[in-house]
């Protein structure tokens, strides 16, 4: 078998042991991670991606050819080289959404690694600076080739989100560099919100903006494994978290969830050749954007997914209680389905209008504007989808007997017995299915996560609005209202370049 494709298992051995770095799961330290029953369900989810390369409905769009690795690789750690690329993106994303029913965690590296291509090959064709690209070559080929589970480690804490990183009161706000060695750096700072982060092997670390000459410090990219020395991981908690260490299998739902954390570097050593943008105060922005588009047209295949999972748990609960074929219930299941092929949609219109942006191989970039569009839909459909598979559900969704009850000798008869719809399904049916669709519906990884995730609402708005070329369409309106000419211009849409595309 090629390294380029490990299986499941062999990345779960991979990370079982954390002897550096400190990981905190509700207060106390675990150095196993694959047997933790709170990360547990994170750690198939990541291993969902993994096993993917493997089962035959998904192994041909989970690996690809790597010409940088020379053989297969798993397509989460691949560089796009054309549309194909981008649209496989979104269509694996929305298959492993029906594998694992949450977030699978993967994308976030993967985005960072396809950013890192572009900005660095951008740095040595417009600056000559070519060492950057030169060392993520090389990392990126030892991450193909060792098939490994990557972080994404992007949003900063950032105090005071009015001033820059120059300007807080606290000088750690943003992960800076706070000495520089013949051998390598020394960074401090802490990541906020980080997917998947108590599982993988390796974290990519982005700047989170746009930054100014006084902010040079703050504007540096690098690479370490998740084990190092001065690295401290908080696991976040979520809703119905506890329920995974009850141990029962329809509740907690023993299959899949996703966690996010605290990533904390206190004083971490970085050497020279896993540091991809060094004080390049300049690019930050464009490295922001580029990253940013790029998650934001993920969000079309995850979340679409997801969206499946719920419509298809809303249509059996509804024949669960015998109303699937009343007009109103069939309308809102319609509506679901509009709502969620408009996500996809997008997120396909951006892959297949992507842009090249460096030239030699690879370097495809999503189309921006409709990128920005589909992860702006995605910060509304999911919450109107969930309210429509509530109200289908039926207030037990929020009020359902736990599976103890049902599994217990004195109750559970009469649990079975008053918890029966239609025949056909058992009350451990009914409880199945609710449970299902308690834990998608209101998950973080359905709903918070698509508010914030890639950005908040207020970030696509300005990229859309700074796309958007206002002054192109008044003057077709003005020629139209004959108010004055315009030149002959061969775009149909009516979008400007962004800092990316000029840079
Ligand atoms: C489930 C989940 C998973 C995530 N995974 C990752 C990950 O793997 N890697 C990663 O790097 N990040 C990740 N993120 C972080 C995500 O990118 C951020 O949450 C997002 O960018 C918003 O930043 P914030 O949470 O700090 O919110 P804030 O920036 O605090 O935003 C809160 C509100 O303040 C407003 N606001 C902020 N700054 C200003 C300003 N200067 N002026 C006016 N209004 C302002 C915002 O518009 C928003 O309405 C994840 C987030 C979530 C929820």
Not at 33 to 38: Q, S
Not at 252 to 278: A, C
Not at 315 to 332: C, F, M, S, T, W
Not at 454 to 468: D, H, K, L, T, W
Request: hydrophobic share 40%.
């Amino acid at each position: 078998m090629s390294m380029g494709l490990r299986t499941g298992d062999q990345y779960v051995e991979g990370i079982k042991t954390r002897n550096k770095a400190k990981i905190y799961v509700l207060g106390k330290r675990v150095h196993d991670v694959t047997t933790n029953l709170f990360l547990k369900p994170s750690v198939l989810s990541f291993k969902a991606t993994f096993d993917a390369a493997f089962e035959e409905d998904t192994r041909d769009l989970a690996r690809v050819y790597s010409p940088f690795a020379g053989e297969e690789v798993n397509r989460f750690n691949s560089i796009h080289m054309g549309p194909q690329d981008l649209v496989a993106k979104v269509k694996l994303l929305r298959k492993l959404s029906h594998k694992t029913g949450t977030c699978f965690q993967r994308c976030v590296g993967w985005d960072a690694l396809n950013t890192l291509y572009i900005v660095t090959k951008k740095l040595a064709e417009k600056e000559g600076k070519g060492i950057y690209y030169k060392n993520f070559i090389k990392y990126l080929e030892y991450v193909q080739r060792r098939d490994l589970a990557l972080a994404g480690a992007m949003t900063d804490v950032k105090g005071v989100r009015p001033l820059k990183p120059s300007e807080q009161p606290n000088p750690d706000a943003y992960v800076r560099v706070v000495e520089e060695r013949d051998d390598g750096i020394v960074v401090r700072g802490a990541k906020a919100n980080i997917t998947g982060i108590a599982v993988v092997d390796e974290v990519v670390v982005m700047p989170t903006r746009a930054m100014t000459e006084k902010d040079e410090v703050y504007a540096i990219s690098f690479a370490i494994p998740l084990d190092t020395e001065g690295v401290t991981v908080v696991v976040g908690r979520q809703l119905n978290d506890a329920r995974r260490l009850e141990e029962g299998e329809i509740d907690g739902l023993p299959y899949m969830f996703n966690h996010e954390g605290l990533l904390i570097l206190e004083d971490v050593y970085v050497p020279w050749d896993r540091v991809f943008m060094y004080r390049e105060w300049k690019w930050a922005g464009v490295l922001v954007e580029v990253f940013s588009a790029y998650h934001r047209q993920g969000y079309a295949g995850c979340k679409s997914g997801l969206g499946d999972v719920i419509i298809g748990a809303a249509y059996n609960l509804a024949k669960q209680i015998g109303v699937a074929d009343k007009p109103h219930v069939r309308e809102k299941l319609t509506e679901m389905v509009f709502l969620n092929e408009t996500m996809y949609s997008a997120g396909l219109a951006a892959s297949w209008e992507g842009k090249k942006l460096v030239e030699g191989d690879g370097g495809w970039w999503v189309n921006p504007m409709y990128a920005n569009v589909t992860k702006h839909l995605v910060t509304r459909f999911p919450y109107e989808v969930s309210r429509l598979a509530h109200d289908i559900a039926g207030g037990l969704l929020g009020t359902a007997p736990s599976e103890f009850d049902l599994k217990n000798e004195e109750v559970g008869k009469l649990v079975a017995k008053y918890l029966q719809g239609v025949p056909e399904f058992t009350a451990e049916d009914r409880l199945r299915m609710l449970r299902l669709l308690e834990n998608t519906s209101i998950s973080v990884a359905y709903l918070v996560e698509s508010v914030h995730g890639a950005g908040s609402p207020q970030a696509q708005r300005i990229s859309m609005e700074r796309i958007y070329d206002f002054y192109t369409v008044e003057k077709i309106a003005k020629s139209l209202a004959r108010m004055g000419q315009r030149k002959a211009d061969p775009r149909v849409e009516p979008h400007k370049p962004t800092d990316s595309e000029k840079a």
